[in-house]
């Protein structure tokens, strides 16, 4: 089974995933633009629009990828305050049971 990445870690992915779109952009925008000027005009739009939207992906994926690690971190806080409650009530639920040096053993 693969290991289940950390809240940290997802959120250095969001954040890569982020540098990457406006990477993605900057390099769409210069290719475009020198296509451009160099008369290849179809093609720079083509050029554009994919880098918009390869951009635009990378941004949804950081978004949703930052939402898990959200999620995750307060499943983790909600799991350590469930323990805390757990911990605190196990000695009362032992002490409810009852006793093995009864009198009666029936």
Do not use: C
């Not at 307060?74 to 196990?90: C, T, Y």
């Amino acid at each position: 089974m693969d290991p289940v990445p950390t809240p940290k870690q997802l959120r250095g992915a969001g954040a890569v995933a982020v540098s990457l779109a406006y990477f993605s952009g900057l390099a769409g925008v210069v290719a475009g633009g020198l296509l451009y000027q160099g008369g290849d005009t179809g093609f720079a739009f083509v050029v554009w629009i994919v880098t918009f939207a390869m951009g635009a992906l990378l941004m949804i994926a950081s978004f949703l990828v930052r939402g898990m690690a959200g999620m995750m971190a307060r499943l983790e806080h909600m799991e350590q305050g469930i323990n805390v409650v757990v911990r605190r009530d196990a000695g009362a639920v032992e002490r409810a049971l009852p006793r093995d040096d009864h009198p009666n053993p029936w």
